[in-house]
């Protein structure tokens, strides 16, 4: 993103909460953990499901539980539910005990998973979503991509993070070419109006019609 739209765009997009500033600011720069998404991606995350008035979420990818505060205080607000997925048994800990250390452990249903496994399990179960958040591998989009768009109820949205890959200079091809692929396949599937916005690394959303 150009630097001075980035720059204007800060000075806007505040964080809402003491938790997820301290969540995003002190995992900054860490090898070890895969990144929290953006701020600005965060807020947009918790405007969506306060707009729609979502009260059943999923999350595939918690990483340090990040994504799943901004989740998580908007369905507080809603009177709904985070369902967030991961399989790192350090990451899921970490998220485990950042998501307490925020109050906001009554709103969240933590699940250690892997995420193909887990969206299985709920479709067995028959549940729907009204938001489904995918931030996890970025190969298991295509894998998983019929049993979320099953998991997302009619009306319901897919918000897909990280899915301009393909054009970010400093991602790995393989990376974006995953993404490409999943782009290729959601704008093309007309049980679904799909739209794309430019902010964090990309997000694709998809509307289930
Ligand atoms: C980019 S991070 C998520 C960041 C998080 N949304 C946030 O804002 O803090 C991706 C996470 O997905 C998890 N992950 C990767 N592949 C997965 C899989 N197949 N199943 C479940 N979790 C997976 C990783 O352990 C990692 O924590």
Same mark, same amino acid.
């Given at each position: 993103?150009?630097?001075?739209?980035?720059?204007?765009?800060?000075?806007?997009?505040?964080?809402?909460?003491?938790?997820?500033?301290?969540?995003?600011?002190?995992?900054?720069?860490?090898?070890?953990?895969?990144?929290?998404?953006?701020? !600005?991606?965060?807020?947009?995350?918790?405007?969506?499901?306060?707009?729609?008035?979502?009260?059943?979420?999923? $999350?595939?990818?918690?990483?340090?539980?990040?994504?799943?505060?901004?989740?998580? !205080?908007?369905?507080?607000?809603?009177?709904?539910?985070?369902?967030?997925?991961?399989?790192?048994?350090?990451?899921?800990?970490?998220?485990?005990?950042?998501?307490?250390?925020?109050?906001?452990? $009554?709103?969240?249903?933590?699940?250690?998973?892997?995420?193909? $496994?887990?969206?299985?399990?709920?479709? !067995?179960?028959?549940?729907?979503?009204?938001?489904?958040?995918?931030?996890?591998?970025?190969?298991?989009?295509?894998?998983?991509?019929?049993?979320?768009?099953?998991?997302?109820?009619?009306?319901?949205?897919?918000?897909?993070?990280?899915?301009?890959?393909?054009?970010?200079?400093?991602?790995?091809?393989?990376?974006?070419?995953?993404?490409?692929?999943?782009?290729?396949?959601?704008?093309?599937?007309?049980?679904?109006?799909?739209?794309?916005?430019?902010?964090?690394?990309?997000?694709?959303?998809?509307?289930?019609?």
């Amino acid at each position: 993103m150009d630097k001075g739209f980035q720059e204007y765009l800060d000075q806007f997009v505040e964080f809402t909460s003491q938790y997820n500033k301290e969540i995003y600011y002190g995992n900054q720069g860490r090898d070890d953990i895969q990144a929290p998404v953006e701020p !600005e991606i965060g807020r947009f995350l918790a405007f969506i499901v306060r707009m729609t008035g979502a009260r059943k979420v999923l $999350e595939l990818g918690t990483g340090v539980g990040n994504s799943t505060i901004w989740l998580a !205080e908007a369905v507080k607000e809603t009177g709904g539910n985070v369902t967030t997925v991961d399989n790192h048994p350090r990451t899921w800990k970490e998220a485990t005990a950042n998501i307490e250390k925020s109050g906001l452990g $009554e709103y969240v249903t933590m699940t250690h998973s892997d995420a193909d $496994e887990a969206v299985r399990k709920l479709r !067995e179960q028959n549940l729907q979503f009204d938001i489904i958040f995918q931030d996890c591998a970025k190969y298991i989009y295509t894998v998983i991509y019929e049993d979320v768009a099953a998991l997302v109820r009619k009306g319901g949205i897919i918000v897909a993070d990280d899915t301009m890959f393909p054009v970010c200079a400093n991602v790995r091809e393989n990376l974006g070419r995953h993404m490409d692929r999943y782009n290729r396949q959601m704008f093309a599937d007309r049980r679904f109006f799909s739209t794309m916005l430019p902010i964090g690394h990309g997000m694709t959303l998809s509307w289930k019609r």
